[in-house]
């Protein structure tokens, strides 16, 4: 379903978003690299809430069990297996959270709307039990520290634990994964993911399995939110049950609504607007959360779109503004 | 074995509990289709307010009585200037408005008592234990089953005998239809809200000096009176009557058999319902 003009404008997107990324960093304090590299982890994370959310309009209460669950197995197997490199840790971790997300997912099948809500809410309860419970594995309240293992590349050798060079592989690798989120949003199975939301009954008319739909989409969301986990421990080189607690499936609520669930940038805006929020109220009061609080339900009533749609509507009156006087000048 | 009883006793004490909060919570859901997660920040809340009256006033009777009424206005309030606001946008803003309020409520609740636990002393004969057929039971215990019991006596009795009831279960089976027949149903809502808010709150001050009053409280019964609810069958007050039973008993014996086990029982028995009845037990297939 993929066209010509989305692909050239798919390529724009990237480019420009690269070229940002790669220049960003260049010249700023380490503490604000560390920051960046923050946003594109969560940025990740509430694409892939928002693909649940927005595209398929399946509220989830529940999506930090699937960050969780990437964050800790990244944290396990780099302390249980010697010798294991970045990439094969982080290959295990998505791989446990796909067959995490199959196996809610197929119990979570058959609900939508506010029961979907409320079991995703239950389950995530169950994988924080979990995590608190099993003592020896996950290390309970303590957490679980990790050494980084540094990139081999052949030609040439990563040091991971440089703030800078982790940000490179950050955006490099969640970067090109959020591009995909974009190119899947516009191909075939995204688009029905769209229609189901729309209208389902007509959709099972036509033929397709809408469940099955549903599933695969749960499945993959489980997967990105799995592989923004595990980089974000990777980040820390620290786990903590924060990852996997329902704080966490909060923060990526409060991040999407207030991005806008309308459009694909929306969750990104809100990964960044939240962060950088976050940092700067947190220097001037403990009391942020409540602001954020606020700021949530002020958005939720007076600006439902979220940022995004206000930023189109501005944008859309600019152009109609243009329109207007062009059409004018037309006449004359 | 004289384990058995008292933890059948304890089974019970947190059935009632659990009983007052999602009992609330499924007439909200089966009438206004709202699942309102604030509900056990609510409970919380109740908790707080008992714990700052009893602090001034010493008297827990007094709480007992001005925090659910307390709790009704707040509840209404939500109601009237929060849900009813974003009710044309659908179910998920619903939803998510009442996530939002149960997150201030969590955040002030850390702001203005503290992040971290309170013991609320009772004091009185409250405080004491009772020879039950030669076993010692804390009084309190019973005083919190009595009254689970006494409130929800109360609550079949309005529902069923009186013309709110049915007035109230007419609008859970069909809202529309009764706001056609002339009846105020956002009227009722308001008072079906907020009258859930003040059970809540009522739960909440019986809870608070048994179980501790901390700001994860509210998260953390949430999530019990959710399984209830899915159990029970969304919307049914008998189901959430039974599912309460069935929680609180499990997790009062979960607790005794195996201590390592006893949080992943209730929701393996959530599974195991959803698998075999997704609409839950006493729930109406969708």
Same mark, same amino acid.
């Given at each position: 379903?993929?066209?010509? #003009?989305?692909?050239?404008?798919?390529?724009?997107?990237?480019?420009?978003?690269? =070229?940002?990324?790669?220049?960003?960093?260049?010249?700023?304090?380490?503490?604000?690299?560390?920051?960046?590299?923050?946003?594109?982890?969560?940025?990740?994370?509430?694409?892939?809430?928002?693909?649940?959310?927005?595209?398929?309009?399946?509220?989830?209460?529940?999506?930090?069990?699937?960050?969780?669950?990437?964050? @800790?197995?990244?944290?396990?197997?780099?302390?249980?297996?010697?010798?294991?490199?970045?990439?094969?840790?982080?290959?295990?971790?998505?791989?446990?959270?796909?067959?995490?997300?199959?196996?809610?997912?197929?119990?979570?099948?058959?609900?939508?709307?506010?029961?979907?809500?409320?079991?995703?809410?239950?389950?995530?309860?169950?994988?924080?039990?979990?995590?608190?419970?099993?003592?020896?594995?996950?290390?309970?309240?303590?957490?679980?520290?990790?050494?980084?293992?540094?990139?081999?590349?052949?030609?040439?050798?990563?040091?991971?634990?440089?703030?800078? &060079?982790?940000?490179?592989?950050?955006?490099?690798?969640?970067?090109?994964?959020?591009?995909?989120?974009?190119?899947?949003? #516009?191909?075939?199975?995204?688009?029905?993911?769209?229609?189901?939301?729309?209208?389902?009954?007509?959709?099972?008319?036509?033929?397709?399995?809408?469940?099955?739909?549903?599933?695969?989409? +749960?499945?993959?969301?489980?997967?990105?939110?799995?592989?923004?986990?595990?980089?974000?421990?990777?980040?820390?080189?620290?786990?903590?049950?924060?990852?996997?607690?329902?704080?966490?499936?909060?923060?990526?609520?409060?991040?999407?609504?207030?991005?806008?669930?309308?459009?694909?940038?929306? *969750?990104?805006?809100?990964?960044?607007?939240?962060?950088?929020?976050?940092?700067?109220?947190?220097?001037?009061?403990?009391?942020?959360?409540?602001?954020?609080?606020?700021?949530?339900? +002020?958005?939720?009533?007076?600006?439902?779109?979220? %940022?995004?749609?206000?930023?189109?509507?501005?944008?859309?009156?600019?152009?109609?503004?243009?329109?207007? #006087?062009?059409?004018?000048?037309?006449?004359? | 074995?004289?384990?058995?009883? &008292?933890?059948?006793?304890?089974?019970?004490? @947190?059935?009632?509990?659990?009983? %007052?909060?999602?009992?609330?919570?499924?007439?909200?859901?089966?009438?206004?289709?709202?699942?309102?997660?604030?509900?056990?920040?609510?409970?919380?809340?109740?908790?707080?307010?008992? !714990?700052?009256?009893?602090?001034?006033?010493?008297?827990?009777?007094?709480?007992?009585?001005?925090? *659910?009424?307390?709790?009704?206005?707040?509840?209404?309030?939500?109601?009237?200037?929060?849900?009813?606001?974003?009710?044309? @946008?659908?179910?998920?803003?619903?939803?998510?408005?009442?996530?939002?309020?149960?997150?201030?409520?969590?955040?002030?609740?850390?702001?203005?008592?503290?992040?971290?636990?309170?013991?609320?002393?009772?004091?009185?004969?409250?405080?004491?234990?009772?020879?039950?057929?030669?076993?010692? !039971?804390?009084? !309190?215990?019973?005083?919190?089953?009595?009254?689970?019991?006494?409130?929800?006596?109360?609550?079949?009795?309005?529902?069923?005998?009186?013309?709110?009831?049915?007035?109230? #279960?007419?609008?859970?089976?069909?809202?529309?239809?009764?706001?056609?027949?002339?009846?105020?149903?956002?009227?009722?809502?308001?008072?079906?809200?907020?009258?859930?808010?003040?059970?809540?709150?009522?739960?909440?001050? =019986?809870?608070?000096?048994?179980?501790?009053?901390? *700001?994860?409280?509210?998260?953390?019964?949430?999530?019990?009176?959710?399984?209830?609810?899915?159990?029970?069958?969304?919307?049914?007050?008998?189901?959430?009557?039974?599912?309460?039973?069935?929680?609180?008993?499990?997790?009062?014996?979960?607790?005794?058999?195996?201590?390592?086990?006893?949080?992943?029982?209730?929701?393996?028995?959530?599974?195991?319902?959803?698998?075999?009845? *997704?609409?839950?037990?006493?729930?109406?297939?969708?």
């Amino acid at each position: 379903m993929i066209n010509q #003009r989305s692909f050239a404008q798919f390529l724009g997107w990237g480019i420009f978003v690269l =070229i940002v990324g790669v220049v960003l960093p260049l010249g700023v304090r380490q503490y604000q690299v560390a920051l960046l590299t923050e946003i594109i982890i969560f940025a990740l994370f509430a694409v892939s809430y928002n693909l649940l959310l927005g595209y398929a309009g399946l509220l989830s209460f529940g999506h930090a069990m699937f960050f969780g669950v990437g964050a @800790y197995t990244v944290a396990i197997v780099l302390n249980h297996i010697s010798g294991l490199s970045f990439f094969g840790a982080v290959m295990i971790s998505v791989m446990v959270t796909t067959v995490a997300g199959f196996a809610v997912g197929s119990l979570l099948l058959r609900h939508k709307g506010v029961p979907f809500a409320l079991l995703t809410l239950a389950f995530n309860a169950l994988f924080y039990a979990i995590a608190t419970k099993w003592h020896s594995i996950t290390g309970g309240d303590d957490g679980l520290s990790i050494r980084l293992p540094d990139i081999n590349l052949g030609f040439a050798h990563l040091k991971t634990g440089d703030i800078t &060079v982790f940000y490179y592989i950050t955006l490099l690798i969640i970067g090109s994964v959020i591009l995909f989120c974009w190119y899947f949003t #516009r191909t075939a199975m995204g688009q029905t993911v769209l229609l189901v939301r729309e209208n389902e009954e007509r959709m099972k008319f036509v033929g397709y399995n809408t469940n099955v739909s549903r599933l695969i989409l +749960f499945v993959f969301t489980g997967f990105l939110a799995g592989l923004a986990g595990s980089f974000y421990t990777l980040h820390y080189q620290f786990t903590s049950i924060s990852a996997i607690s329902i704080d966490m499936s909060t923060i990526v609520v409060l991040m999407v609504i207030i991005g806008g669930t309308g459009s694909f940038i929306g *969750p990104i805006l809100g990964a960044c607007v939240y962060i950088y929020l976050q940092d700067f109220l947190s220097d001037i009061t403990d009391r942020w959360p409540f602001i954020m609080g606020l700021i949530f339900i +002020f958005m939720i009533l007076y600006v439902p779109r979220g %940022l995004s749609g206000l930023i189109d509507s501005f944008g859309e009156r600019l152009r109609g503004r243009w329109h207007l #006087r062009s059409s004018v000048e037309m006449e004359e | 074995m004289s384990d058995i009883p &008292v933890f059948f006793l304890h089974g019970l004490v @947190y059935a009632g509990l659990l009983f %007052l909060i999602s009992s609330g919570l499924t007439l909200v859901f089966g009438m206004m289709n709202v699942l309102n997660l604030a509900h056990a920040a609510f409970y919380m809340l109740g908790a707080y307010f008992s !714990y700052s009256l009893l602090n001034a006033t010493g008297n827990f009777w007094l709480s007992l009585i001005v925090c *659910p009424l307390l709790l009704f206005f707040i509840g209404a309030a939500v109601e009237r200037f929060l849900l009813r606001r974003v009710h044309v @946008y659908g179910h998920v803003q619903e939803l998510l408005i009442t996530f939002g309020v149960a997150y201030i409520i969590t955040e002030s609740v850390k702001w203005i008592w503290g992040n971290y636990p309170l013991g609320v002393n009772l004091g009185g004969f409250l405080s004491g234990s009772v020879n039950l057929f030669g076993l010692f !039971y804390p009084i !309190y215990r019973l005083f919190m089953f009595f009254c689970a019991i006494l409130i929800s006596l109360i609550m079949a009795t309005v529902l069923y005998k009186t013309r709110i009831g049915i007035i109230v #279960r007419a609008s859970v089976d069909d809202s529309e239809m009764v706001n056609t027949l002339g009846i105020n149903v956002p009227l009722v809502f308001t008072g079906v809200f907020g009258f859930g808010a003040a059970l809540s709150g009522f739960a909440g001050v =019986i809870a608070g000096p048994l179980l501790t009053t901390y *700001p994860g409280m509210a998260a953390e019964i949430l999530v019990d009176a959710f399984v209830v609810i899915v159990i029970g069958g969304m919307g049914s007050l008998v189901g959430a009557l039974v599912a309460s039973l069935m929680i609180g008993e499990l997790q009062s014996f979960g607790a005794l058999l195996f201590p390592k086990l006893s949080l992943a029982l209730m929701y393996m028995l959530m599974a195991a319902v959803l698998i075999i009845k *997704p609409s839950g037990l006493f729930g109406e297939e969708q």
